[in-house]
């Protein structure tokens, strides 16, 4: 005790952050170099305005014009709410970068901006799903590939897959407000052309649901003008505060709040709708991934036809210029055939099924080379954390490997690799091998099977 109360001692005077991404090391920094990133991040940032008044006048201004546009009647201002202060986190990958957060959760308009956001998730999830490549979440990804080997197979007999995995960037510093609210105007357009005229949102919990009834008994109306009118109350009004300073925000989408996710899916999944109109009958080609900012896209060719790869190559070419110009679309695909996406390693092969994904671990590489483990994705066993909690953390990361593989040998050694690392943490293998058979007793048999396989001894 008296070691770790002179450790504290020692850094009182500095700022200690987590990393972002790897809450389990803490970075140790001095003052003023936080200062200036905090600075170049918000205070002098050119997508920020200084606003020289108190917080109480702000946040009076504020509620004067939320009643004023008369948005009482569907969720209540917070009088008791606050500003969010924001900060910014170090990378893992790079130390010198930071990521910016600014916390809303206890702004004024929080519980009308929670149900604007579930309307606006209603939207996105009512569009035609083959005018886009957004993913509702992650666990639906294996059933989509599996979709869309089916597709690829029906181009030519003899079908390559060209492939690029990207970061779309810049969405939260430096995308026009017009080019929002342009998405959710066509977002508006698509449902008004099926005859609806807003969207249910339940009273109490989560849930949505899009009806050309008048009334559905337990849910909220939300009419598609009343929606738009928010979006843009929100966009106009954002404000934080950063190193003492209050901020306004004047591009890109709003940090932190409940409606900046589905803000950010409409926006792409505007550009993929304009960009797969342009196709014309070879949208036939192009399938594709999409997770709020990670996007895989596969476009098919047939390999005894030279210039069936270069159009594909134009078609993929296109792609990269299909969103705002003031975006940045960041390659991260790094090899061919074998990448990294929302957690998984995604691969392609040249036979049926021509893409496949598995689970991937955080800490793989350093267990494959014996290396000291650099993400705390498992606590270790001597914490004070209960015999439960453990079990229960062990059989949701089985659940995380069955929902996104698809194919069993990566499968056998994403499981290999799990309890190498429980052993690591000083887990007994009791705890794997109870998680394992708990968790295999209502699946497949393959489950089964790896479960007699990998477990110790038999009960």
Sequence with gaps: MAE????????????????????????VMCPVTYVEVMRSTFV???GYKIIRKGERQVLREWGMDFQHVDFRQLGRWKNDGRLGAAYALPKHKDTEKYRPICPAYQEPSILLCKKIAQAMNGMLFGLPA??????????????RLHALNVKMRRVCSDVRILTGSYDVQDMFSKLPHSTIERAVEWSVWSHRSRGRSGVFVKRRGRGWKLSRCDSVEGYAFLSFDVIQQFVSFELELCFTVASGY???????IPMG?????PLACLMCSKAEWDFMITLGNQRRLIGGLRFVDDASVFVAYNARKPDSKVRAEAILAKFERCYDEALTLKKTDTSEGCWEFLGCKLNMQENFPYLGCCQKLKNERELRMGLELTFRTFQDFESWTSKKAKLAVIVS???RIDQNSMETPDMIGALILLRMELRRRRYPDSYFDRAIKSFARDKSNLWKLLAELLTSAPE
């Design 4 to 27: 770790v109360l002179r450790l504290k001692q020692d850094l009182d005077r500095l700022v200690c952050v987590p990393l972002d991404r790897n809450p389990g090391d803490t970075l």
């Design 130 to 143: 083959s005018g886009h490549f957004n993913l509702r979440s992650v666990g639906e990804m294996k059933g």
């Design 397 to 399: 990361a089985l659940h």
């Design 257 to 261: 709040k409940s409606s900046s996710p």
């Design 44 to 46: 002098c940032n050119e």
């Design 246 to 252: 209050i901020v306004q925000q004047l591009v890109g």
